[in-house]
């Protein structure tokens, strides 16, 4: 059976990358925009998507939350729709729009009839530049940002723990300040703050245009140069150096405990390097690092905390690479029944030196990468997944070549890279270990 | 076990959330489904797309934890979080490990009307990938320690449940609305009842709900009729028939009012609900138009302009027609600060009564359909949506021509019939809220 399997992995191995190949064309409009067009004729659809190299950690000091608070103000009007109108049009056209805000970018979709691209383009540049804004719009759409932190963040204690945990993480960084804001500077954010956001931020040489579905890329061009090409550039796009962090000497550590904790866990962050353009050899072994160590029944943590012992119900290990700052590398632990935070915490330390010590089983490393090319395959099926993962990187600090060179970096991973990229990110001093419990568990 | 644990998912976007849907009322939709039927008898839907390849399969087996005894209650949702812990040879991580040897992928996932069973795979590998899947449904180990390494997560999961604000409304509606029915306890158990579990419970589970004579089949992807016929023989044909009676209709309690459950927490949840209306209903078309524009069109129905765009007492507020088996009801829900839910409520029934009095605008009705007939061509654009569709049409006892003739179906409703449907169906007095926060001015209505 297993030799079967062996000799099922090289030939797979060898017939992937030919099948997996996505028909992707990019280009650059005059004034700056960038443009990816992905091409998926399965279905007569086809997704829209203008990305702003814009997020929270863009933001000034003071007014946390204002990147995500203009994200819900672009479904106001502008000088020629009506508040409201923008989303209406798209549903009277069987179509779906939404927009989504992280630390890096700010992103606006829809996803309709191939044949209506032309109208989304016509909408979306429109709003580009041309948003109009009154005190009214502003506080009703205060209180509306205000409910969705309620939601999100003061309804559980888990992500009040989160936000806590990163504050911590980040000494300097933005990205220790929530995307959706800090409560109280939501509550004083005004149209102004809004609008010098709008103004700095979005224009077209800040923006990538991503295009996936049933079209062809000279057509997505000449619509592109007509829309988006008609618009100025803004020559006083600020450059993208936002605070980094310095040296970090101490491990944070921090107990939160609230009445609405069912289950107690230990999550453990590091800072880690990013995935960078050109040079992304540490980033693939630390996304190796971590399917190895968290990804599921056969990883480390689950073989040492799960199997050999039981000391946890859960574990978890998570690298986000993609980012234009510094990351985070995430562990977390939750214990078993009658086993304390404590102990978790001990037996992840233990489970993570044990790794360093015996290295990377060859087996495991080739199962790992088995399932990221076949990743590749099944990508496939999903345009807005496709699209998603272009219009991310352009905005975080990477190009289309990187994107491509990616699966092959991946597969290009050896054992010894991952034990060396495990050495040197489980560093305490840059770490910051949570626990989060309820008050009336004693540990 | 993959199971997520729902806490520790970081959330790093801040979207407005909506619900997907997908356009076009012209496109002449000609999906491809074929009914192919095994040499054994077990019958399949099957789209053949070799353009990319893999196959996505779906299967689903009506009753899922609906055949729980109310002491057994979570013995089927444990039963198939355990499928994929050995089979065979193969211990929990040995079928862990031969999976992702060929990178093929199987979800088991227990609901309260069926257990389905998703699996992405390779074409190439497409043997290997159905005798591990064969393996984990026909001849499951369920070896005790992978029972109790289990029953510790479900156990965890139910304890976090039981905190979390949107959780706890979900289950208080339901102890409220379905009296004595199994939807009326949580699908997953109770740390009692899940404790209390034993293997015989498990084997007695799974003897209960993976039977042959209840499951619906559909196979999107690169592979062709006669191979699916015979995959179909192999990976099903020794299941056994079905034994266990599947419950009976729901006899609904939907007094009106708001029953408040007390719990510290900033933000009040709401879940919202009176009598709806059977899918083989003559007017299910007229009522489904009608929550569309009530509250299921995203950021343009009336409930999520009134109470979101206007007074901005939300971030979401969504309703929709739910037609489980044997409990027809339209539900609702929204979430507001604890000083201003009152508000929300008292629109929300304001808005009920009126449109019940008024009905819908012909402007409304012509923008629903546009949408809702535009839309539904887009929901077909992948291995995987598509095959998900195709099962639960079979679920739902749809014919195999009614994605041709769904449009039609909508467009033929009128403005009339909606309006006539919003008189006979929206009943503000059985309109139930049940409200998890500590709401100021909002008081228990019902007993």
């Known amino acids: ?443 | 076990m993959k199971r997520a644990f729902r806490l520790l998912a970081p959330v790093l976007a801040a979207a407005l959330t909506l619900g997907t849907a997908p356009a076009r009322a012209e496109v002449d939709l000609d999906v491809g489904i074929e009914e192919v039927t095994s040499p054994g008898g077990i019958t399949a839907w099957l789209v053949e797309e070799h353009s990319i390849p893999f196959v996505a399969l779906e299967l689903r087996f009506r009753g899922g934890a609906s055949l729980d005894a109310p002491d057994k209650r979570g013995a089927t949702n444990l039963m198939t979080a355990l499928l994929e812990e050995g089979t065979g040879a193969l211990d929990a991580q040995g079928f862990a490990r031969a999976a992702a040897d060929i990178a093929a992928e199987f979800s088991y996932r227990a609901h309260d009307e069926d257990v389905s069973i998703s699996a992405r795979f390779l074409s190439e590998t497409q043997d290997e990938a159905m005798e591990l899947l064969r393996g984990s449904i026909v001849t499951p180990r369920f070896d005790e320690d992978a029972i109790e390494r289990v029953r510790a997560q479900v156990l965890a999961i139910l304890r976090s449940d039981n905190k979390d604000p949107d959780q706890i409304v979900r289950n208080e509606f339901a102890a409220l609305v379905y009296g004595d029915h199994p939807y009326a306890s949580p699908e997953d158990g109770t740390v009692e009842t899940v404790e209390a579990l034993t293997r015989e419970d498990i084997l007695a589970a799974h003897e209960d709900a993976l039977v042959r004579d209840r499951v619906y089949v559909s196979a999107v992807g690169d592979i062709t009729a006669e191979e699916l016929g015979r995959l179909l023989d192999d990976l099903l044909g020794d299941l056994p028939e079905a034994e266990a009676p599947l419950p009976g209709r729901a006899e609904l309690n939907l007094p009106g009012g708001v029953e408040v459950v007390e719990y510290e927490t900033p933000q009040s949840a709401v879940i919202f609900g009176q009598p709806g209306i059977e899918r083989e209903d003559p007017d299910f078309f007229a009522a489904y138009v009608l929550n569309h524009i009530v509250g299921g069109g995203g950021f343009n129905s009336v409930l999520m302009n009134e109470v979101r765009e206007k007074r901005g007492l939300t971030y979401g507020i969504y309703s929709y027609l739910s037609d489980r088996d044997g409990a027809a009801v339209w539900l609702g829900s929204v979430a507001s600060a604890n000083e201003r839910v009152a508000e929300s409520i008292a629109v929300i029934r304001a808005q009920w009564a009126r449109l019940r009095e008024e009905g819908v605008t012909a402007e409304q009705l012509k923008d629903a359909k546009t949408y809702l007939t535009g839309a539904y061509p887009l929901r077909f654009d992948g291995n995987g949506p598509i095959a998900d569709i195709a099962v639960a049409m079979q679920f739902d006892g749809m014919p195999l021509d009614y994605i041709a003739t769904r449009n039609d179906r909508v467009e033929a409703v009128t403005l009339e019939d909606v309006n006539r449907v919003a008189r006979e169906l929206m009943d503000p007095g059985k309109l139930t809220f049940v409200v998890v926060g500590q709401p100021e001015g909002v008081e228990t209505t019902v007993n």
């Open chain 1, 1 to 443: 059976m297993r030799n079967l399997m062996a000799a099922l992995a090289v030939l797979l191995a060898a017939a992937l990358p030919a099948a997996a190949e996505e028909q992707v064309t990019t280009f650059t409009l005059d004034n700056g925009m960038e443009v990816v067009v992905i091409e998926d004729h399965r279905a007569p659809v086809v997704v829209h998507m203008v990305w702003y190299k814009a997020g929270s950690a863009d933001e000034d000091p003071g007014v946390s939350g204002v990147a995500h608070f203009l994200e819900h103000l672009l479904f106001k009007g502008t000088e020629t729709l009506a508040p409201g109108e923008f989303s209406a049009t798209v549903a009277r056209h069987g179509g779906r729009d939404n927009a989504f805000t992280s630390y890096d970018y700010t992103a606006y979709f829809q996803r309709i009839a191939a044949d209506r691209l032309e109208l989304m383009m016509k909408m979306e540049s429109d709003r580009m530049v041309n948003l109009q804004l009154d005190e009214g719009d502003i506080a009703t759409e205060r209180d509306v940002i205000i409910e969705e932190r309620n939601m999100r963040v003061e309804n559980s204690a888990s992500a009040l723990f989160r936000e806590q945990a990163n504050a911590a993480q980040y000494l300097n960084h933005r990205y220790g300040v929530p995307i959706i804001g800090w409560m109280p500077e939501m509550h004083a954010l005004g149209l102004e703050e809004a609008l010098s956001f709008y103004e700095t931020y979005y224009a077209p040489n800040n923006a990538v245009l991503v295009v996936a579905g049933d079209v062809q890329p000279e057509d997505v061009k000449a619509l592109a140069q007509k829309y988006y090409g008609a618009l100025p550039a803004n020559p006083d796009l600020p450059a993208r150096d936002r605070p980094q962090e310095p040296r970090q000497l101490a491990e944070r550590r921090l107990v939160f405990e609230d009445a609405r904790v069912g289950q107690p866990y230990v999550a453990r962050s590091y800072l880690a390097p990013e995935r960078d353009s050109g040079a992304q050899e540490e980033a693939a072994a630390l996304t190796v690092l971590a399917e190895i160590l968290g990804g599921g029944t056969t990883s480390v943590l689950a073989q040492a905390l799960q199997f050999d012992t039981q000391t946890a119900v859960f574990t978890s290990a998570r690298y986000g690479g993609k980012s234009l700052d510094d990351t985070t590398f995430d562990l977390i632990v939750a214990p078993a029944a009658g086993v304390t935070l404590q102990a978790a915490e001990t037996a992840m330390d233990e489970a993570l030196a044990g790794f360093i010590e015996t290295g990377v089983d060859p087996a495991h490393l080739e199962r790992v990468k088995m399932q990221l090319r076949a990743d590749r395959i099944y990508a496939r099926d999903n345009v807005n997944q496709l699209a998603n993962r272009y219009g991310r990187a352009l905005t975080q600090g990477l190009t289309v070549e990187d994107v491509q060179a990616w699966p092959d970096v991946v597969q290009a991973v050896t054992g010894e890279d991952v034990v060396d990229a495990a050495r040197k990110v489980f560093d305490r001093r840059q770490a910051v270990t949570g626990w989060l419990k309820s008050p009336e568990v004693t540990q």
